[in-house]
């Protein structure tokens, strides 16, 4: 069992920046990725960025040339540091955590993030 702790979000302007923290509880098994989604209203959840337990990172092309993600191995948390921020940026963001032994996805609980001035 896999607990994630989101903080972060809220409300930015546009062009702002944004910065989300994942932790993650419990039995932790190397290997693994950890990442960030989002959802937007009406929308289906969509991949933001992933990090493997082996800093492999994978972005998506829409925030990939304005955005950091990095882990913290000895603390088992995440950041995902977002720039330029757009009103289509606006969504429910998760945070993911998937083992692949056995293959299981733990989901946190969704922290809101609004673009608008």
């Known amino acids: 069992q896999v607990d994630l702790v989101e903080s972060g979000g809220g409300l930015v302007q546009p062009g702002g920046s944004l910065r989300l923290s994942c932790a993650a509880y419990?039995?932790?098994?190397?290997?693994?990725?950890m990442g960030w989604y989002r959802q937007a209203p009406g929308k289906e959840r969509e991949l933001v960025a992933t990090?493997?337990?082996?800093?492999?990172?994978n972005y998506a092309d829409s925030v990939k040339d304005r955005s950091a993600i990095s882990r913290e191995a000895a603390k088992n948390t995440i950041q995902l540091r977002m720039d330029s921020l757009k009103p289509e940026d606006t969504a429910v963001y998760y945070c993911?955590?998937?083992?692949?032994?056995?293959?299981?996805?733990?989901w946190g609980q969704g922290t809101h993030v609004t673009v608008s001035s």
């Open positions: 993911n955590y998937h083992s692949y032994y056995p293959p299981r996805d733990y």
């Open positions: 419990g039995t932790i098994a190397i290997p693994y990725t």
């Open positions: 990090i493997s337990s082996t800093y492999i990172t």
